[in-house]
């Protein structure tokens, strides 16, 4: 059976964004233990445990928010912090428990695609295996598989420049570049403009790719990519993960506690609007006096 350290690492190996929820303290009567994970994944399901009602859809919340970010964070749920860097959550459940949880996003490694096998495209390779990316060589008729995570290099020096730089950019990649001299560079994407190819779309071709190290060798071209790269990376460029559901959320109008909308199990609706609640106790409440907390 997979553990589910087991299971982050498999995820991670195949690329694939998630967060990792531990929590780190507990107060009882809190249902949650001290070392208890939990795994949750963009579209909001997750394997593991960490808690009872309330505080799952709510570290669900902050895990989805963490990565779209790219930012750990530190929840304390149900127990007033004022540490810097500390996200206060207030938990409205009958139970006196409180819970510190700590959400990581686990984002994938860039993707570098380098077409070629140039010298200078072999050694990006390898240098680019050294900082834990998933880097390969690829022929541009296998850019398909390229998305908007992923890095394109095309390093065919002169061999069908052309054609692989219009596969790339036919993918939604973070980074298109060419290795090329300048002339070399400036034919190319003059090619692309007589095929028709948008001037919006041009622009978006690094040529020639890389810092300008001025004369070099082809390790030394590699590096200077490479570096380009890493400083491009620095930005956030490639890193979104656009695939992060947006939870409809409302606010129990008895205790104040923001409610999944779609995983609501309590629910009334008073002069045509619906109301949505995080207990039984609050639903209980609000339909015996709903005038009192609407005011």
């Known amino acids: 059976?997979?553990?589910?350290?087991?299971?982050?690492?498999?995820?991670?190996?195949?690329?694939?964004?998630?967060?990792?929820?531990?929590?780190?303290?507990?107060?009882?009567?809190?249902?949650?233990?001290?070392?208890?994970?939990?795994?949750?994944?963009?579209?909001?399901?997750?394997?593991?445990?960490?808690?009872?009602?309330?505080?799952?859809?709510?570290?669900?919340?902050?895990?989805?928010?963490?990565?779209?970010?790219?930012r750990p964070a530190l929840l304390v749920l149900g127990e007033p912090d004022v540490r810097p860097g500390v996200?206060?959550?207030?938990?409205?459940?009958?139970?006196?428990?409180?819970?510190?949880?700590?959400?990581?996003?686990?984002?994938?490694?860039?993707?570098?695609w380098v077409v070629g096998d140039s010298p200078a495209a072999m050694t990006l390779v390898d240098l680019a295996g050294v900082l834990g990316w998933r880097a390969r060589t690829a022929d541009d008729s296998e850019l398909v598989g390229a998305g908007e995570r992923s890095f394109i290099v095309v390093a065919t020096q002169g061999h069908n420049d052309e054609t692989a730089v219009e596969r790339a950019l036919?993918?939604?990649?973070?980074?298109?570049?060419?290795?090329?001299?300048?002339?070399?560079?400036s034919s190319v994407l003059a090619w692309l403009r007589e095929r028709g190819t948008a001037e919006e779309s041009i622009v978006r071709v690094r040529a020639p790719a890389g810092l300008d190290l001025g004369s070099t060798d082809h390790e030394e071209i590699a590096v200077a990519i490479l570096a380009e790269l890493v400083a491009y990376k620095a930005t956030g460029a490639g890193a979104q993960v656009t695939e992060v559901i947006s939870l409809e959320t409302a606010i129990d109008p008895v205790c104040g506690m923001q409610v999944d909308v779609a995983s609501a199990n309590w629910v009334s609706t008073h002069d045509g609007t619906e109301y949505?609640?995080?207990?039984?106790?609050?639903?209980?409440?609000?339909?015996a006096d709903p005038a009192s907390f609407l005011t």
């Open 1 to 70: 059976m997979t553990t589910l350290l087991g299971r982050a690492a498999e995820l991670e190996e195949s690329g694939r964004p998630f967060v990792l929820a531990t929590v780190v303290w507990r107060r009882g009567p809190s249902s949650g233990k001290p070392g208890a994970r939990a795994i949750i994944h963009p579209d909001g399901t997750s394997e593991g445990w960490l808690g009872g009602a309330c505080a799952h859809p709510t570290v669900v919340r902050a895990a989805l928010s963490s990565l779209q970010t790219g």
């Open 87 to 112: 996200t206060m959550v207030a938990m409205a459940c009958s139970s006196e428990g409180a819970m510190e949880v700590h959400v990581e996003p686990v984002l994938p490694k860039p993707e570098l």
């Open 170 to 185: 036919s993918t939604p990649a973070a980074y298109i570049g060419l290795v090329a001299s300048e002339k070399r560079a």
């Open 276 to 287: 949505y609640f995080c207990a039984p106790g609050c639903k209980k409440a609000f339909d």
